[in-house]
């Protein structure tokens, strides 16, 4: 996975000075969803924990032509469950839509999820579009390729 600070993940322009979740919150996100974290995502989280990526545009594998997906924020995760920021939120709202082997971590501008489809090994990043009727787009076979093909949309400079 390349360098995490080449997103500069921000918030208001400024870096994330939020603290990494600690080894009891995790522990107890866990419990709740059932399954553990994945490493990438781990390391992601511990990196920024929250916020808004300046690299923030792919192309999926699939339907590449329809043009490219961007990232407007990745959840947080602290004790706060109530955050609509947050990822207990995200995991409470889009569990029963997408399913319990499914993590919600990013949010693009118009409210569609990114998802890590924890049914696979290693999970794959799909996205929800929940104005077309919750259709799921595959957009990368792993965490580490979604983050790795990141980059700035120049159509949006």
């Known amino acids: 996975m390349r360098n995490l600070d080449e997103l500069n993940i921000n918030e208001g322009g400024k870096p994330v000075r939020r603290a990494a979740p600690s080894g009891d919150i995790i522990s107890e996100f866990e419990r709740y969803c059932g399954f553990s974290l994945p490493e990438d995502y ?19 594998l699939q339907e590449a032509n329809a043009g490219r997906w961007a990232v407007n924020l990745f959840y947080r995760l602290d004790g706060d469950k109530s955050s609509d920021v947050g990822l207990w939120k995200a995991v ?11 993590l919600p971590f990013a ?13 696979n090994d290693p ?4 996205v929800c579009v929940h104005d077309e009727n919750f259709r799921t787009v595959d957009i990368a076979p792993s965490l580490e390729v979604f983050i790795d093909g990141l980059e700035i949309d120049s159509d949006m400079i």
Request: aromatic residues 6%; proline residues 9%; without cysteine.
């Open 42 to 60: 781990l390391r992601l989280l511990n990196h920024a924990n929250g916020g808004h990526p300046e690299l923030d545009s792919i192309l999926p």
């Open 107 to 119: 949010t693009d501008a118009g409210g569609n999820q990114f998802y890590l489809d924890l049914s």
């Open 123 to 126: 999970p794959d990043v799909k």
């Open 92 to 102: 409470e709202t889009w569990r029963p839509i997408l399913g319990k082997l499914s």
